[in-house]
C-alpha cells in the first residue's frame, strides 16, 4: 500500500504507517506551522550541483524506499550522509523573523532597539523500505550498487517507463494511477533513477535512531527538482523549502513566479504569542493570491553577515558540509582559502512553496539572477511607553500610538483575513475600518 509521497522524492511503502512532518515555529509558538514539509539545499555553481534532501516521516525503517530521478550517472564518491544540524542551522539563518521595537519614554527624544524572536522549519530524515533483484525482462538495469552510511544505494536506468513500473510492481511496490507517463518522461531526458533503502545493520552500527539527509553531487546542465512523481498519490497539498547557495547572488525559478513575501510590516503587540499562526496564515492567504501557482521568495541575503541575525551565519567547515566546494579551494580556477576563511562568496536563498499536481504540473527550474541585494522576511512590533509621562509631548505621543495601533490591526487583517473585529478588541480600539484604496495613495510617510 503506498503512503503518502512527498517532495520530489517518490516514497513506498507496505504498511499503513503516516508520515509525520515537523513544521515551522517561533519561540514560545509551539504549534506545529506547516504540515508534511520538506527541505532540499541546493548548492549550484555552474554545472555542478549538490543536493542535500531531508524530510520526516515516522514508521519502521525496514518499511520504507525513496527514488530519485537523477540527470546523470552517480559514482560512490558522489554520495553522502550529512548530519541534520547543518539543515538545521541553515533554516534558523534564514527563517522569517518577529522583530520588537520598545518606545522610551515619549519625553525623552531616543528609541532603542530591544531584541529580535525568529521562526525556523525543522525536518529530520527520510525512512526507507527495501528492494529486490531485477527482472530480466523488464529492461531495468542495476547499473551500480553502493553502501552509504546506513543506506543502501542502487542507481537504475530502463529502457521503457513501463518495464520500470513492472520491475518496481514485480518488487512489491504499486505504483499510482499517472506514474508511466511522468517515469516515461524522465527517460526521454536520458535521465536515471537513485533509490536508496535502510541497511538495517549499518544503521544500528551508527548509533543513529532518525535516518540522516542524503547528499548527491553531479555536473549537469539543468538547475531543477523534480517534484512530478512526488505529486502523483500525495495526501493534500506538500510544503517545500529549498535553500540555494550559489556563488553570484539570488536563485528563483524560471517556469513558476517567484514572488516575494510581503516584509518590513508593522503588526500589533499580541501577535508575538501568535506568530506561528500568523504566518501559517499569511503564506495561505499569498498563496490563494497566486492562485496556488508561486514559489515564494522568504529569504535572500549574502552569508557573510545578517541584520539582523536569526542565526549566526555557517561556517566555511559547515558550508563544504553542504556541498560549497569552492571554499577551500576545491575548484582549480579559484584562488585558494584558508580553513578558517569567512564564507564571503556564498549567497543564500530560501524559497517556499505549496504544491500540488494541479497547481504545479511541472517540475521546478532554476536560474541565477546574479542579483546579491538582500531581502529577509521581517514583521515588526512596537510596543509603546508603559511608565509615566508626564510632559506635553505624551499627549501627542500617545495619540500617535492609538493611530499606529489601528494601522498595524489593519496590516494583519489585510495580510491573514483575521476578523477585523477581534483584532479591534485586541489592540484596544472600538473598531477597525479598512482604509479605501485612495486613501492611501497621498498618506505622508
Given amino acids: 500500500m503506498l503512503t503518502r509521497i512527498t517532495l520530489f522524492i517518490f516514497l513506498f511503502s507496505l504498511s499503513n504507517n503516516a508520515l509525520a512532518f515537523c513544521g515551522f515555529y517561533v519561540a514560545k509558538a509551539d504549534t506545529e506551522l506547516f504540515n508534511s514539509a520538506s527541505q532540499v539545499v541546493m548548492v549550484r555553481d555552474q554545472d555542478r550541483t549538490v543536493i542535500t534532501m531531508a524530510s520526516d516521516f515516522q514508521g519502521d525503517v525496514a518499511d520504507f524506499a525513496m527514488v530519485v530521478p537523477v540527470p546523470t550517472f552517480i559514482e560512490r564518491g558522489q554520495i553522502n550522509v550529512a548530519t541534520q544540524s547543518l539543515i538545521d542551522h541553515l533554516d534558523a539563518y534564514t527563517a522569517p523573523r518577529l522583530v520588537e ?207 539582523p541575525c536569526a542565526a549566526d551565519p555557517l561556517t566555511s567547515d559547515q558550508l563544504r558540509n553542504l556541498g560549497v566546494y569552492w571554499l577551500d579551494g576545491g575548484d582549480a580556477n579559484q584562488s585558494k582559502r584558508s580553513a578558517s576563511a569567512r564564507p564571503q562568496d556564498v549567497f543564500v536563498t530560501r524559497l517556499h512553496l505549496r504544491y500540488d499536481g494541479e497547481t504545479f504540473p511541472d517540475d521546478l527550474k532554476f536560474i541565477e539572477t546574479g542579483d546579491r541585494s538582500n531581502y529577509q522576511g521581517r514583521y515588526i512590533m512596537r510596543h509603546a511607553w508603559q511608565g509615566e509621562a508626564n510632559c506635553p509631548a505624551a499627549t501627542d505621543y500617545f495619540a500617535m500610538v492609538k493611530d499606529r495601533n489601528i494601522i498595524a490591526g489593519n496590516h494583519l487583517a489585510n495580510l491573514t483575513g483575521w476578523d477585523r473585529q477581534q483584532i479591534a478588541e485586541s489592540i484596544g480600539v472600538v473598531e477597525l475600518r479598512e482604509e479605501k484604496w485612495w486613501q492611501r495613495i497621498w498618506k505622508k510617510q
Fill in 101 to 307: 521595537y520598545f518606545d522610551e519614554n515619549p519625553c525623552q527624544q531616543r528609541r532603542m532597539y530591544a531584541e529580535a524572536a525568529t521562526a525556523s522549519v525543522t525536518a529530520d530524515s527520510v525512512q526507507l523500505k527495501a528492494l529486490s533483484a531485477v527482472e530480466e525482462d523488464t529492461g531495468v538495469t542495476i547499473e551500480a550498487k553502493y553502501t552509504v552510511g546506513e543506506y543502501d544505494i542502487l542507481i537504475l536506468s530502463a529502457e521503457e517507463s513501463s518495464g520500470l513500473i513492472e520491475w518496481l510492481d514485480v518488487n512489491d511496490y504499486r505504483l499510482p494511477e499517472g506514474a508511466e507517463e511522468v517515469v516515461g518522461s524522465y527517460l526521454k531526458q536520458g535521465m536515471r533513477f537513485f533509490v536508496a533503502k535502510v541497511n538495517l545493520e549499518a544503521q544500528l552500527e551508527s548509533g543513529f535512531s532518525n535516518l540522516r539527509p542524503l547528499q548527491v553531487a553531479f555536473e549537469s546542465p539543468k538547475f531543477m527538482l523534480p517534484i512530478r512523481l512526488g505529486t502523483l498519490n500525495a495526501d493534500g497539498q506538500q510544503e517545500l523549502f529549498v535553500y540555494a547557495l550559489t556563488r553570484s547572488g539570488r536563485v528563483e525559478t524560471s517556469n513558476y513566479r517567484t514572488v516575494r513575501m510581503p516584509s518590513n510590516v508593522e503588526i500589533p503587540g499580541f501577535v508575538k504569542d501568535r506568530f506561528s499562526d500568523f504566518y501559517r496564515d499569511m503564506f495561505t492567504r499569498q498563496t490563494d493570491k497566486e492562485n496556488g501557482k508561486a514559489v515564494f521568495l522568504e529569504y535572500a541575503w549574502d552569508m557573510a553577515w545578517c541584520d
